[in-house]
């Protein structure tokens, strides 16, 4: 099976992986990283969607990129500790250190009823005063990014650092790149897209014409590896849908199935191994960033599922995209070291899963709305609908602040109660309960509910009241017309993410104990003897030395 970026050989730099064995030579003696000098590059890769369960699944399998990852300092259970495990609060994390309450980063959607447009939901990643912009047409922005990340604290103290970030979302770039970057691309259905008014490196041009061939070109089915055999077994869903035995094949010109393939991930590490290769990352004076948000897995997930034959495939296919990518920086002779972790986790779906022994597993009520609960509400009280607003299911839920404060108050009573007596609500905490909580300081296995939910909660910008459902309840209603899977919940599925450091010439080992995404930015800072100062972060320094140095010194 060939399933990596060198699809796009014509166009892009990426080449034929060698020998594994051959990459990094197996250390003589313990090392000490703080006695060496910094790395040169830092490479921060994010596989969204990639839970703790698919790695601990799939790790004895990975003979490519992961494999090499593996032989360095593995935490197996990291954690994103909110309760918001979705896409943009996950990845606001990672590079910042922070948690979302600091990020500002709450969900990838939140209700603000005071904008001055009509669409009162806001994207993550948007500037809504653009006129004539919405939440799903939007103006790509970091301006509701409220914290610095790792590379522009670095660009601050020293101009000559690079700072360069590629992602699937453009949602993914924005969170991991931040507000200072030299380079920052992202797929926006069509092609690799940045800021209006950006020169378009040649590396970027190159890449969008090979890939523009690509899709025009389509897919033929991809041939799976044998322990793929016992994932490849059909799921009924609905009325004459199935997933579970899918090879990626794909009609010319089919840009939504490509976003949802292997092939997509290629294309971002070739995007990026293009502009390590343009902008001479790591061969400067100082030491550069790169940050590359690998999409394909998570759009996997929640087109297909994560325990099917698509799964398989794509993680398969993902490991030989790394590897691909990792020779390259080594034939290009970069001190490099690699961070790979999560932003979120994920469920698969209740179908397979019941059948897996989980006989919990459900799909949301339909009948349980925001808008039913809000319009139940607004006839017992003689009020005028609506008076709730949000997603329907988990999450934030706003009372409509043209209410009374008497009126609001009889909202919140009902809306609590109407939340808490659901069989498939796990919890319902109203904003002066998490405002009271206090915050998490144990390990994030430990932490209760309400300090998961204060962990994503921004006064400014979380709802008045948030829901928490059950273990095991998908909050998808009807499988049949979109997404067949998701995440989102409380619950450590979506909250528990691997995080591996790798660096040539390092000193493996493990630690099975619970760390946090918040722990890689001052932990790399630490790599390359980076004083983080003001603001201080909400995580802490991992040591990567296992004897008895100690890397965070």
């Not at 809000?374 to 017992?380: E, F, G, M, P, V």
Request: proline share 7%; glycine share 8%.
């Amino acid at each position: 099976m060939k399933i990596s970026a060198t699809l796009f050989a014509g166009a892009l730099v990426l080449v034929t992986p060698a020998a594994l064995a051959q990459d990094a030579p197996a250390p003589t003696a313990p090392a000490v990283p703080a006695a060496k000098p910094a790395p040169k590059l830092l490479v921060v890769i994010s596989v969204d969607q990639f839970s703790a369960d698919l790695f601990a699944e799939y790790r004895n399998h990975f003979t490519g990129g992961f494999k090499r990852l593996l032989t360095g300092a593995v935490f197996p259970g990291g954690y994103q500790s909110h309760a918001a495990t979705e896409t943009c609060p996950g990845h606001s994390t990672i590079l910042t250190g922070m948690r979302p309450a600091r990020t500002g980063i709450i969900a990838n959607n939140w209700t603000d009823l005071k904008t001055a447009r009509t669409d009162k939901s806001i994207y993550c990643a948007e500037d809504e005063s653009v006129p004539g912009s919405n939440s799903l047409a939007y103006t790509v922005s970091d301006k509701h990014l409220l914290v610095p990340t790792l590379g522009e604290r670095m660009k601050t103290a020293n101009p000559a650092t690079q700072t360069v970030s590629v992602g699937g979302k453009d949602r993914a770039a924005v969170m991991m790149g931040g507000h200072k970057v030299d380079e920052l691309w992202w797929w926006d259905g069509k092609k690799f897209a940045s800021y209006a008014g950006r020169t378009t490196p040649q590396s970027v041009a190159r890449v969008n014409a090979g890939v523009t061939d690509k899709i025009a070109a389509g897919q033929l089915p991809l041939d799976a590896p044998d322990y793929c055999i016992s994932r490849n077994r059909a799921v009924a869903i609905g009325s004459g849908k199935t997933v579970g035995t899918g090879r990626f094949e794909r009609a010319p010109g089919d840009t939504r199935s490509f976003r949802a393939s292997p092939e997509f991930d290629g294309a971002v590490f070739s995007l990026a191994a293009a502009l390590v290769q343009e902008k001479n990352l790591g061969k400067g004076s100082a030491t550069d960033i790169i940050s590359i948000g690998a999409s394909a897995t998570d759009y996997v997930g929640h087109t297909y599922g994560t325990e099917g034959n698509e799964m398989c495939l794509q993680l398969a296919a993902l490991d030989e995209t790394m590897a691909d990518f990792f020779e390259k920086l080594d034939t290009l002779g970069i001190d490099y070291e690699v961070v790979l972790t999560a932003d979120h986790g994920g469920h698969d779906l209740p179908e397979r899963n019941r059948d897996h022994a989980v006989p919990g597993a459900a799909r949301i009520d339909p009948a349980f709305t925001t808008k039913a609960v809000s319009d139940a509400i607004a006839t017992k009280l003689k009020l005028t609908a609506p008076v709730l607003f949000g997603d329907s299911g988990s999450g934030d839920v706003w009372i409509d602040p043209k209410l009374t404060a008497a009126q609001r108050a009889a909202v919140l009573k009902e809306a609590l109660a109407a939340y808490r007596a659901h069989p498939q609500v796990a919890a319902a905490f109203s904003r002066a309960e998490i405002e009271a909580a206090p915050v998490a300081i144990g390990p994030a296995e430990t932490w209760t509910l309400v300090e998961r939910a204060k962990a994503s909660f921004h006064p400014l910008r979380s709802g008045d009241i948030v829901v928490a459902l059950k273990p095991r309840i998908t909050p998808i209603a009807d499988p049949t017309r979109g997404y067949v899977a998701t995440h989102g919940s409380f619950w450590d599925y979506d909250r528990r993410v691997p995080i591996l450091f790798w660096r040539n010439g390092m000193t493996g080992f493990e630690q099975p104990l619970a760390v946090e995404t918040v722990d890689i930015a001052p932990t790399l800072a630490a790599t390359i003897g980076f004083p983080l100062g003001a603001p201080q972060v909400d995580g802490r320094c991992l040591d990567l030395d296992p004897g008895v140095g100690d890397s965070c010194r």
